[in-house]
């Protein structure tokens, strides 16, 4: 069998609080924040205190025709670049993968004639590392950073590339703000996270990298033990009222990690500091039966980096426990949660820091989870990598986007759906892709069978949700400001999946993709590694030249 073990071998970020993640730790440990007031307005000529970059981030590193790359790309190349600094792991091998976590990437250059943003960046940031292999992109809104970390560590496990960079990134821009504003989720205080008076977010921007690799000198190398993710099928703006969801997450990668809840040390947390977030956390980590371990949240030393806070938590987090010190989380006086948690309020040194969670939730009611742990134990045996085989598909190719779209979509889905009002709401990607699917679980006859944890749910696209970006993008534009939450969330790849997820109650693995790949297969075959995963829906959907596209395909464990 594959070894279990995927080393962090390298760590390196751009942040608000920093260049480098060395002086982004060294600030942590000092008690400072870089969420600050800045000069600039968002969001309708309001300012909020935010974890903005210093536009001079890049100076450290010399990185070549710097000109020909975006602001976010010059970030990731140089957070790359800090984490590759002590390792010898060679960019340009064909054994070497990068896979990207963001959830709006190049989103400051959008316009109407620009549609690929996300794929043209990861396709940049390569080409500067001289890297063979075409990326992989996780769009999963802020779950993006420790999904695709749980993506590495299976792609590792599996033996298919010795070496894999995860690279998160994600711009604060008026795009972003202004939606969150729309929610009314921004707080005008630095975020207080699990606090009884938590009134909101605090948004930051940055780029941070992980190097893993199957292979260390190290001694005591922290290495990502397990890892799983769940999705709510609850609502696509709110989390799940129980937690129960992301505690399965939870309780999945402690128990492919082999570790009991009485091994953590601590747990990292998403810590958004909004009310509903916190409350469901509390319950989550109370289901896990971990209320009583040591919770932080670092969202108030750079902000919520969405797609980003993933993979720069992480990094935090590993370059403390190698010190045996855990973060104080910023903000939080008092506990106002449901269930009572033990938040850090001061730093915490001299601790042994073994095994550690970094859990994430997010928008389309997604959640994940990693164990991270240096403990020097034998590497067990992996589970079963799994196959699986198409049984069903269904494709509706080209699709003109006219003014009868509409219609045309309405009868298709109610052709095989009882009437379902939420359907009416959904902007025209989430009712192609709903569609789509109603249709294959129409012919397979359905998924019932299977237990709502057993059944994955992977999407792929390759432009997406463009539509309710320019839709987005043109409200906050125009001479009358008017920013929707009923079209920003659409602005969110992933949340056809949730749409999908609470329609059919689907709570497994799930993963959302920005890649023009034709191998459905090994994209399930590689995400659904090692799961628990017995039906596997995959989905493409996508629009190109004024023309909608999808494809369904139900694969089932061989």
């Not at 992109?137 to 995860?166: D, F, T």
């Not at 969801?245 to 990292?268: C, W």
């Not at 069978?449 to 696209?461: C, F, R, S």
Request: net charge negative; with cysteine.
């Amino acid at each position: 069998m594959k070894g279990a073990k995927s080393y962090i071998v390298g760590k390196g970020a751009v942040c608000a609080l920093g260049n480098s993640l060395s002086e982004i730790v060294a600030n942590i440990e000092a008690g400072k924040s870089g969420v600050k007031n800045g000069s600039k307005s968002y969001a309708n000529g309001q300012s909020f205190p935010l974890g903005a970059v210093d536009g001079a981030f890049f100076s450290q590193y010399d990185i070549a025709d710097r000109s020909a790359y975006s602001r976010l790309e010059q970030m990731m190349i140089s957070s790359t670049l800090d984490a590759a600094k002590d390792t010898t792991v060679d960019f340009s091998s064909t054994s070497t993968l990068f896979i990207f976590s963001t959830t709006k990437g190049n989103i400051d250059n959008l316009n109407h004639d620009q549609s690929d943003y996300i794929h043209s960046l990861a396709d940049n940031v390569v080409a500067y590392f001289k890297n063979p292999n075409k990326p992989i992109c996780v769009s999963n809104a802020c779950i993006s950073g420790v999904s695709a970390v749980i993506y590495a560590h299976r792609l590792i496990q599996r033996g298919e590339y010795k070496n894999i960079i995860v690279v998160g990134g994600d711009l604060l821009t008026d795009f972003v703000v202004s939606g969150f504003d729309s929610f009314r989720s921004l707080s005008h205080n630095v975020c207080k996270p699990y606090d009884k008076d938590r009134d909101g977010i605090s948004l930051g921007e940055g780029a941070s990298s992980l190097i893993l690799s199957s292979e260390t000198n190290a001694p005591n190398c922290y290495y990502i033990a397990g890892g799983a993710t769940s999705n709510d099928a609850n609502h696509i703006s709110g989390p799940s009222r129980t937690g129960e969801e992301l505690a399965h997450a939870i309780t999945t990668a402690l128990n492919e990690a082999g570790l009991k809840t009485s091994d953590v040390s601590f747990v990292n947390m998403h810590g958004t500091a909004t009310v509903y977030n916190d409350e469901m956390e509390s319950k989550a980590l109370a289901v896990a039966g971990l209320a009583d371990s040591i919770v932080v949240s670092t969202k108030g030393y750079f902000g919520h980096t969405l797609g980003c806070s993933g993979v720069l938590e992480l990094a935090v987090s590993v370059s403390l426990a190698e010190r045996g010190k855990i973060a104080k989380t910023i903000g939080f006086e008092e506990i106002g949660t449901p269930v009572k948690l033990n938040v850090s309020k001061t730093i915490i040194k001299d601790k042994p820091c073994d095994v550690f969670v970094k859990t994430g939730s997010g928008f389309g009611g997604c959640n994940a989870a990693v164990v991270v742990s240096n403990r020097n134990f034998e590497a067990k045996e992996m589970r079963a990598t799994n196959t699986y085989t198409q049984t069903e598909s269904v494709e509706l190719s080209e699709i003109d986007c006219n003014s009868d779209f509409k219609t045309y979509i309405k009868g298709l889905f109610a052709s095989v759906s009882e009437p379902y009002m939420k359907f009416s709401k959904m902007d025209d990607y989430c009712r192609l892709g709903t569609t789509a699917v109603q249709l294959l679980l129409d012919k397979a006859g359905g998924v019932s069978q299977y237990d709502p944890y057993e059944i994955a749910l992977i999407v792929n696209t390759d432009t997406g949700c463009i539509e309710s970006d320019l839709a987005h993008w043109d409200n906050i534009t125009a001479d009358e400001y008017v920013s929707s939450p009923a079209i920003f969330v659409y602005t969110l790849p992933n949340v056809v999946a949730g749409e999908i997820s609470i329609k059919n109650k689907i709570k497994g693995e799930g993963v959302t993709l920005v890649s023009d790949t034709d191998d459905p297969k090994t994209i399930v075959e590689e995400f659904c590694s090692g799961t628990n995963t017995k039906a596997a829906i995959y989905l493409y959907v996508d629009k190109c030249d004024d023309k909608f596209s999808a494809k369904s395909i139900l694969f089932v464990r061989s």
